[in-house]
């Protein structure tokens, strides 16, 4: 049974860092893209950062320049850090599995973890 598994959020000021995992079970991560998404309350989930099996990256235009996403394929999981964070990160982030980037850019990952919550306070 494929899983992901996230973990890292929590409650963060203003400015300050976070980075989070998401750990995956059985055979798909090295085969697949990973993403991450995230959804606020009262909005629509939307992609945060991809990146592929090769290790080529997709960010939001709102997150660039603070966020960098990672992949270590020989422990199955993927980072994200999360620098400079503001109120408006607030939200719960996904991390998502799927066979191309572009299914991935078009949230319609094959995989979803169950979500952990990011808060930054102002």
């Known amino acids: 049974q494929v899983q992901l598994v996230e973990s890292g959020g929590g409650l963060v000021q203003a400015g300050g860092s976070l980075r989070l995992s998401c750990a995956a079970s059985?055979?798909?991560?090295?085969?697949?893209?990973m993403g991450w998404y995230r959804q606020a309350p009262g909005k629509q989930r939307e992609l945060v950062a991809a990146?592929?099996?090769?290790?080529?990256?997709n960010y939001a235009s709102s997150v660039k320049g603070r966020v960098a996403i990672s992949r270590d394929n020989a422990k199955n999981t993927v980072y994200l850090q999360m620098n400079s964070l503001k109120p408006e990160d607030t939200a719960v982030y996904y991390c998502?599995?799927?066979?191309?980037?572009?299914?991935?850019?078009?949230?319609?990952?094959?995989?979803w973890g169950q979500g952990t919550q990011v808060t930054v306070s102002s």
């Open positions: 998502a599995a799927g066979t191309t980037l572009e299914l991935i850019v078009q949230s319609r990952p094959r995989y």
């Open positions: 059985g055979s798909i991560f090295s085969g697949n893209t």
């Open positions: 990146i592929t099996r090769g290790g080529s990256t």
